[in-house]
């Protein structure tokens, strides 16, 4: 079922957009400029390039390599080129991360969904407390958020049942320029503020005596999420690229258009923040807590404008997390439909299925099942740290010493040099980064995760 049959990518502008549409997330959103914002403002963004040129881009192009070399989906992929060495799992891995991954996030998602209608409804523009007590209340309430994230899941299904061109490529044409729109008008809003140049002046000017041991580690852990290492994602995805698709040229641009959209989140954010007094780094809650009063406070003078800001906002998240989920979701497809030979239909079915479960209990968990621990969290919170410190690390450790040791040299040559058509000069280097560099930031993060170091 490889080539044609399977569906390919349409356009170069397609494959950017998708691909980088996995990557730009709620991360990208509130975690980049909370990050930012505890960890000295530029200071942090220059070593969050650092570190996406150092790991990020030569751990997109091995995971490319794999997938384009197999044109099929990700445990096929790295079965193909493993054979019965232990290596093969990594596929079947990535395949189980993004499930779990996509059950979770989907709660998550549909919080977003929530706080948009909310916003259309006005019901959200009230003081931190009012805020406070409007998300506790709805986040362990048995129903409605569960429904919200099974919603998510269904609408994700329907982008993906139709397919390459006609379900990915289309929506990603769509919804990334109009994520972009949104980002710009609510920046120009931001920066109209009273007091906002203090907000641009924090984010653009680098504070390197906050520059310290963890902003290291926040910034290589940053860098690897932001760009979906590890999930089995861009291999899939690549396993769409025609033969003709630049792997590194497309890496490099990728990892820039999601660093643009974090730069660009934290430019929305910072100047509201710094115009009503409130702290950068407000931590997690500040997408549904803080920034809902950030509006309501800054913009209190032009109701109708604080209005349309917030509406506009969430949005925003929704689009951004709705990016990431399909890419998720067609990890998944792909697999059920070419490994038990049905049709694309039925193989999005099973995942949709599958992960909806995982979001039932997931949601439920903040409310009716808040008893219910493993390790001492609830289900919710237990996936994502069984994701983010284990399995996406592991994931992509595995990938970068299966293509820097194990794939044949001159197979990785051949795809990252397209058979030697475009620059080969460089390959060298990326082979340095992939077998040591990579490996080692990778071990790092996952040793801080687990409090190692």
Same mark, same amino acid.
């Given at each position: 079922?490889?080539?044609?049959?399977?569906?390919?990518?349409?356009?170069?502008?397609?494959?950017?957009?998708?691909?980088?549409?996995?990557?730009?997330?709620?991360?990208?959103?509130?975690?980049?400029?909370?990050?930012?914002?505890?960890?000295?403002?530029?200071?942090?963004?220059?070593?969050?390039?650092?570190?996406?040129?150092?790991?990020?881009?030569?751990?997109?192009?091995?995971?490319?390599?794999?997938?384009?070399?197999?044109?099929?989906?990700?445990?096929?992929?790295?079965?193909?080129?493993?054979?019965?060495?232990?290596?093969?799992?990594?596929?079947?891995?990535?395949?189980?991360?993004?499930?779990?991954?996509?059950?979770?996030?989907?709660?998550?998602?549909?919080?977003?969904?929530?706080?948009?209608?909310?916003?259309?409804?006005?019901?959200?523009?009230?003081?931190?407390?009012?805020?406070?007590?409007?998300?506790?209340?709805?986040?362990?309430?048995?129903?409605?958020?569960?429904?919200?994230?099974?919603?998510?899941?269904?609408?994700?299904?329907?982008?993906?049942?139709?397919?390459?061109?006609?379900?990915?490529?289309?929506?990603?044409?769509?919804?990334?320029?109009?994520?972009?729109?949104?980002?710009?008008?609510?920046?120009?809003?931001?920066?109209?503020?009273?007091?906002?140049?203090?907000?641009?002046?924090?984010?653009?000017?680098?504070?390197?005596?906050?520059?310290?041991?963890?902003?290291?580690?926040?910034?290589?852990?940053?860098? =690897? %999420?932001?760009?979906? +290492?590890?999930? #089995?994602? *861009?291999?899939?995805?690549? /396993?769409?690229?025609?033969?003709? !698709?630049?792997?590194?040229?497309?890496?490099?641009?990728?990892?820039?258009?999601?660093?643009?959209?974090?730069?660009?989140?934290?430019?929305?954010?910072?100047?509201?923040?710094?115009?009503?007094?409130?702290?950068?780094?407000?931590?997690?809650?500040?997408?549904?807590?803080?920034?809902?009063?950030?509006?309501?406070?800054?913009?209190?003078?032009?109701?109708?404008?604080?209005?349309?800001?917030?509406? =506009? %906002?969430?949005?925003? +998240?929704?689009? #951004?997390? *709705?990016?990431?989920?399909? /890419?998720?979701?067609?990890?998944? !497809?792909?697999?059920?439909?070419?490994?038990?030979?049905?049709?694309?239909?039925?193989?999005?079915?099973?995942?949709?299925?599958?992960?909806?479960?995982?979001?039932?209990?997931?949601?439920?968990?903040?409310?009716?099942?808040?008893?219910?621990?493993?390790?001492?969290?609830?289900?919710?919170?237990?996936?994502?740290?069984?994701?983010?410190?284990?399995?996406?690390?592991?994931?992509?450790?595995?990938?970068?010493?299966?293509?820097?040791?194990?794939?044949?040299?001159?197979?990785?040559?051949?795809?990252?040099?397209?058979?030697? !058509?475009?620059?080969?000069?460089?390959?060298?280097?990326?082979?340095?980064?992939?077998?040591?560099?990579?490996?080692?930031?990778?071990?790092?993060?996952?040793?801080?995760?687990?409090?190692?170091?």
């Amino acid at each position: 079922m490889a080539g044609n049959s399977r569906g390919s990518f349409g356009s170069k502008l397609g494959i950017i957009l998708a691909t980088a549409g996995s990557a730009v997330g709620l991360g990208n959103i509130w975690r980049f400029p909370y990050m930012t914002g505890m960890n000295g403002g530029a200071a942090f963004i220059l070593l969050y390039l650092f570190f996406v040129l150092m790991l990020g881009v030569p751990g997109m192009v091995a995971e490319f390599v794999v997938g384009r070399s197999s044109g099929s989906n990700a445990a096929r992929a790295y079965r193909q080129l493993a054979g019965r060495t232990p290596f093969r799992v990594i596929g079947y891995l990535g395949v189980f991360t993004s499930m779990i991954i996509l059950g979770f996030y989907a709660v998550v998602a549909g919080w977003c969904l929530q706080f948009l209608f909310a916003s259309v409804a006005g019901q959200v523009m009230g003081d931190a407390d009012y805020v406070l007590q409007y998300f506790k209340s709805f986040s362990s309430d048995p129903w409605k958020p569960t429904l919200w994230a099974v919603g998510f899941i269904l609408l994700t299904h329907l982008v993906v049942v139709r397919g390459i061109r006609n379900g990915i490529e289309k929506a990603s044409k769509l919804f990334m320029p109009t994520l972009l729109v949104l980002l710009v008008l609510i920046i120009v809003a931001s920066c109209m503020l009273p007091g906002a140049g203090k907000g641009v002046s924090f984010l653009f000017h680098p504070d390197f005596s906050k520059i310290n041991r963890g902003t290291f580690f926040d910034a290589l852990g940053q860098a =690897f %999420f932001s760009l979906s +290492l590890g999930t #089995a994602c *861009l291999c899939t995805y690549a /396993s769409y690229f025609s033969k003709n !698709t630049n792997l590194v040229g497309s890496a490099v641009q990728i990892a820039l258009l999601d660093t643009l959209v974090a730069v660009l989140a934290g430019l929305m954010i910072f100047p509201a923040a710094f115009s009503v007094g409130v702290s950068p780094d407000s931590g997690p809650s500040l997408i549904f807590i803080t920034l809902p009063n950030v509006f309501h406070q800054a913009f209190g003078g032009m109701p109708v404008v604080g209005y349309v800001i917030s509406v =506009f %906002f969430y949005a925003l +998240l929704s689009l #951004a997390a *709705l990016t990431s989920t399909i /890419s998720m979701h067609e990890i998944g !497809t792909a697999f059920f439909y070419e490994e038990f030979h049905v049709s694309r239909g039925k193989g999005a079915l099973v995942v949709t299925v599958a992960c909806c479960v995982v979001s039932v209990f997931c949601s439920l968990s903040c409310g009716v099942l808040g008893d219910v621990k493993v390790m001492g969290l609830n289900l919710l919170d237990f996936c994502d740290a069984l994701t983010a410190k284990v399995l996406l690390p592991l994931g992509s450790l595995l990938t970068c010493l299966f293509v820097g040791w194990y794939v044949p040299k001159q197979l990785v040559h051949d795809e990252y040099t397209n058979h030697s !058509t475009v620059t080969k000069a460089s390959f060298g280097v990326f082979l340095f980064f992939v077998r040591f560099v990579c490996p080692l930031c990778i071990m790092a993060i996952f040793l801080h995760q687990l409090g190692v170091i």
